[in-house]
């Protein structure tokens, strides 16, 4: 049984300074979390938008790559258009433009409940391929360099960037590696039979099933040897589709190790978002063991349940230390929260697949 923190939510959008003054901030949500120095990090994503100056005006930033600036770009709403029936698009002449955009901001704590988030971003906007933001992270450490997977918004889709830092106050980009439409890209923390791992999270339209898939890479920069993971369960929390979370971790079960991957499940409509766990083969991760018969963390607090995008909890990092895994999640897309779990609950909750 999932343990909230009393403090829940630990980041609201009130103790974000937003990156500009014409902007607010909306949500503080969808942590990565690792430890780096002593302190429990996160790499959190900041939502903002442009402060709204006018009932008849709609906004969207936009990063331009050709200025290298984020500019704003505005219309005037009338009976003719744009369509702003949903608060989170403006859809013009066929296009779709974001009300806000998300960049990523470093957090620091020395107990992992109480968090200073700096006041500056950590990761922006860069190029054309996040010309809407970037969401999403996970941490990865690696060989002493952090690893960051990042989803990657723009007019051509929504894709997986990667990113790397030593320390959490410079970073390096390293570019796209999974091509729209892919996000919730995880890595491994070591390497399996010489290669490193991912999961990953196609999003097919038409034809196939939201379902989180296998890769495998030698450089963490081009990646294959796709291979199904995952898919939907008929009539069950995960039904309507599945994605990774936090970055998987190694755990003893039965007579062997195996890779524990916590990852979220959507059901309904309007959808709820919750989590689970799925045990994964130690040498060969598209090999599932088992999987949570129910979900281990769903939405039922008000902070939960109630807000921008409501009834979603959504991970993207744990930490773990003995029985102890600590979730840090998104909760209703506008706040950050932590719950402690029980390893062996987990554990004892899965049904051999």
């Known amino acids: 049984m999932a343990n909230r923190a009393s403090e829940n939510p630990i980041i609201t959008p009130a103790m974000v300074l937003p990156s500009r003054p014409d902007f607010e901030v909306l ?18 994503r900041v939502a903002e938008a442009p402060r709204k100056m006018s009932s008849a005006l709609a906004a969207a930033p936009i990063f331009n790559a050709d200025t290298g600036r ?3 770009k505005r219309w005037q709403v009338t009976e003719k258009g744009p369509d702003v029936s949903d608060p989170r698009l403006v859809v013009d002449n066929g296009k779709t433009w974001l009300t806000s955009m998300s960049h990523l901001r470093v957090a620091r704590s020395t107990d992992g ?25 996970r941490i990865t450490h690696l060989d002493g ?8 918004v723009s007019h051509y889709g929504i894709g997986t960037g990667l990113a790397s830092t030593l320390d959490f106050r410079t970073f390096e980009r390293h570019g796209v590696i999974f091509p729209p439409p892919n996000r919730n890209v995880t890595i491994f923390p070591e390497k399996i039979g010489g290669l490193y791992a991912a999961l990953h999270r196609p999003m097919p339209e038409g034809l196939g099933q939201h379902s989180i898939w296998t890769a495998r890479s030698s450089d963490l920069k081009s990646w294959g040897s796709h291979r199904l993971v995952a898919t939907p369960r008929d009539g069950g929390w995960d039904d309507t589709k599945v994605g990774g979370g936090a970055v998987p971790f190694r755990v003893h079960y039965g ?37 949570s018969r129910e979900p281990i963390l769903k939405p039922e607090a008000p902070y939960e349940r109630e807000g921008f995008f409501g ?14 895994v600590r979730v840090y999640y998104g909760a209703a897309d506008g706040v950050t929260a932590v719950a402690d ?6 554990l004892s909750g899965l049904v051999e697949a």
């Open 341 to 346: 779990l029980s390893l062996q609950e987990i």
């Open 70 to 72: 984020i500019e704003i």
């Open 311 to 324: 009834s979603v909890v959504f991970t993207c990092g744990a930490l773990t230390d003995g029985d102890l």
């Open 255 to 291: 007579k062997e190790d195996g890779w524990l991957a916590i990852y979220h499940g959507v059901t309904g409509s309007p959808p709820t978002y919750s989590l689970g766990a799925l045990l994964l083969n130690r040498h060969d991760p598209s090999r599932v063991r088992a999987r």
């Open 145 to 152: 360099v952090y690893w960051i997977t990042y989803t990657a």
């Open 113 to 137: 409940i109480h968090f200073d988030v700096e006041g500056l971003p950590a990761l922006v906007a860069a190029n054309a391929y996040e010309s809407f933001g970037l969401e999403d992270p």
């Open 27 to 44: 949500g503080v949500f969808n942590p990565a979390v690792t430890r780096h120095d002593g302190q429990v990090v996160l790499l959190v």
